[in-house]
């Protein structure tokens, strides 16, 4: 099934986003309500209202992938799709992300294997400026030579920081050998010599075959008219003039007669086994068995694959994903293993779960969990207009979105028997490509994260680096509910001190849970650094009325997702559930949050994990650098400071069960606990199930603070390297401890200030603007800055190749200098402060969103109508203001410097 690419948060995320490998979680569009038509000139139009809030999607679908591609010209989708973001006819570089920036929305795009997309997400009122911009994709690029040799240098510090990726090269490496005839051979990106040599002059021949409106699929999905939206199409599509058919793919991949198996050596610290089997195309009639095994294989902890490798400590991470391309391709198995396991223990353990389900019919609750996990899935995507619309984008593309009508149907039809024949008729040792990474002697290469497959044209900071000018609208407009009493979140605060804020909405079926409790590792004791994360992390293995499986069957049976984990303030939960299932996640969040047993097994598993992950994380450079600077900026004693793994090591490794006992006494209370409830539930009835499973919940003791030390900035630089020579890009930290908190007058004005500096990220900001787009040194930058109960640190980010290390490194001490002094321009300013303004909106598309933000508001004493306050307080906020905060604080010249990768001095 489609997995769209998450469009934001940052560099962590790279390494999550999966558009070859589809499967690892299934969401599906509806197809109900769609409108199709097509244009004189071929072009397919497809649109869908939902007007559950003011805004809408724009998509613009291309049949042009890595599959199009041949020898020579490998990469030039994705070198297209870079391109295109540059000059048109209409309109100069960046000017289109300028004004989609200046009316509060947001753009990117993505390729793989079978297509390339461009998407916005705007507010409704902006439908006409969205299609006249989206149409300059189809012919209007110009595709001059000097911006083709800038995109090429930014392409390749792209390819290198893939490259960094064990789990990446493994994948290509698997790929390659699997498919030695089918254009599915070479990664998505490209060989790196081809997309250092490929010539303009193919990039124009390419784009003239494929960039037209007969190849293509717009989509609409959001608050429009639907009339109105098809004379906007007529007038700025309708002209296109249609293209020759593209050339017809025509090369198969000859039937696999015998097991193959690659090998990738790198230095890293942990084994990997990758595993795939040849697979028919989308719209075989194997499709939907095939889906519903994958389901009963890697449906969360029930799944056979974690129970089979995960709790028997064989791998820290375990899963299957099928194919559904255009073209057969092929279903894969994974695991990364724990420390001392090899790849080939994990692939044995593989295919003895293969084996089973050839050889075992599935069980009646294994088939129903893992089919109402898919339908459950078809609904949590109607929370999102971006969701719908990439899901109807991707079925088109590669078939016809009206697959999606039959799809939920068909899945329930499948039988246990349906499911042990296409094992049988699929898992075979002739069809098998085995792929293996084996770490090498030295110091650790690559990211311990999952691999990916698609490609992105960059990632974000944060959904608030997105886009600029929507006139806000309050939150009574943004969430459409059917009167303004009803929009107001219904805030109630229980006697035992638990705070309840529910949010009605009742625009789709789904319920979503964020919640804060104060026991984060503030509270960790002395050498036990890690206490507060294992027992957030053990939350689930285990509680008085269920075991950890039978915590897992619970909520994966019914489609919903129970999730909790720990950071220096506080543990966070979350859950979400279809409405009906909502009694469930509070009976589930009950038993974890209050109850936890905490067994004996289950804490050396869990404990065995994090240890694992931590000499993983030895393999990446964004990890190395981020310790190494939180190491050095923050004092050992001070809540914000990382361990070094050597000592994060010895710190797991002290850690006990009863210390998790007495840590979940003396800090799960309810008095510092609240309880965010947004979706299609009535406030009155959550805020009396909330009182059933909570209310008797009793505090002990004092309530605990979480009291944040300041630290005095540094009056001197300072530089840290950490040479990883088998890498092929760098990442550099550069920053200091800020001294601002979430409840420091200046949050806003040096948030604005931020954003205007590097905030926006690679393609909106004056970081991204020189370093990236006019010198073309990085793939990635952006700045930020942590501002919670206490003062984190403000630091810039990027990842270059080795020979631009001190080239960028001076670049970006030269801006940081400059805007310091001088300051933003107005434009600046204004785009700043518009986005900022406009993009709010967006944050709160989903359900989840909604909850997020309102349990900030409280944890942070925002107050209940921080939503619609939100435009007055940046509106507020002047230019002067801003030029003050830069001078104030940014401090380059007394700020420290983390390299980590292929860089010595």
Sequence with gaps: MFVRPLRSAGRLFLALVFIQILAISCVLAQAQGVL???????????????????????????????????????????????????????????EISDMIRKRGGIENAATSTDFTYYWQLLGSGNLEFSLKTLAERVGNALLTD??????????????????????????????????????????TIGWQSDVENVSAAKLHEYYKTYYHPNNATLILVGDFDPKAAIVLVKKYFGSKPAGPKPPVVYTVEPPQSGERTVIVRKQGNAERILMGYHVPAIGS?????????????????????????????????????????????????????????????????????????????????????????????????????????????YYNTITSYKYLNTLIPKIKAVTPEDVKRVANKYFTQENLTVGKFIPTDGEPSGSGKSMPGAVKRTSDKSWEKLADNYKPKSAVQLLRYPDAEAAK??????????????????????????????????????????????????????????????????SEFVGASVDTSASAENMSFSAKSLAKDFPLMLDLLSDELRNPTFPQDQFERARGEMLSALEQSKESTDDQASRAFYNSVFPASHPYHRLTVDEARKHLESITRDDLTVFHKAYYRPDTAIIVIAGDVKAVDAVEGVKGWFGDWKADGPTPKVEIPDVMPQTEPKQIVIPMMDKSQVDILYGYALGIKRSSPDYYTVRLMNHILGGGGALGSILGDQIREQQGLVYDIYSTFDATLGAGPWYASLGTSGKNVDKAVASLKSIVKDFAARGATKKQYEQAREFLIGVFPIALETNEGVARTLLNAEFYGLGMDYISNYPKIYGAITLGQVNAAAKKYLHPDAATLVIAGPYQK
């Design 36 to 94: 199709e038509t097509k244009l004189d000139n071929g072009l397919t139009v497809i649109m869908k209202e939902v007007h559950a809030a003011p805004v809408f999607t724009a998509q613009v679908w291309f049949k042009a992938g890595s599959r199009n591609e041949h020898t020579g010209i490998t990469g030039l989708s994705h070198m297209l799709e870079h391109m295109l973001f540059n000059s048109s006819k209409n309109f100069k570089k960046g």
């Design 146 to 187: 000097k911006e083709f040799q800038n995109e090429r240098t930014v392409v390749l510090s792209e390819l290198q920081g893939n490259e960094n990726n064990p789990g990446r090269l493994l994948y290509y490496a698997l790929m390659a050998a699997a498919f030695e005839a089918h254009p599915y051979h070479w990664p």
């Design 285 to 393: 009639s194997d499709d939907y068995a095939l889906n519903v095994l994958n389901q009963i294989l890697s449906g969360g902890r029930s799944g056979k694959l974690y129970q089979a490798l995960v709790e028997k400590q064989l791998a820290t991470s375990a899963y299957s994903s099928t194919g559904d391309s255009k073209d057969p391709s092929l279903y894969m198995f994974a695991a990364n293993a724990r420390q001392g396991v090899s790849a080939d223990k994990l692939k044995e353990a593989l295919l003895e779960q293969i084996e089973i389900i050839k050889t075992t019919l599935p069980t009646d609750q294994e088939m129903q969990s893992a089919k109402n996990q898919l339908e459950a899935s078809l609904i949590f995507q109607n929370d999102s207009v971006s969701d719908q619309g990439e899901q109807l984008g």
């Design 489 to 554: 979140p219904t805030r109630v605060a229980l006697d035992n001190g638990m705070v309840i804020i529910v949010q009605e909405n009742h625009s789709n079926p789904t319920v979503a849970i964020s919640g804060y409790i104060k026991a984060g590792s503030y509270f960790d004791h002395d050498g036990k650094k890690g206490e507060a994360s294992l027992t957030a992390e053990m939350l689930g293995r285990g509680a008085a009325k269920r075991s950890a499986l039978e915590l897992a069957r619970a």
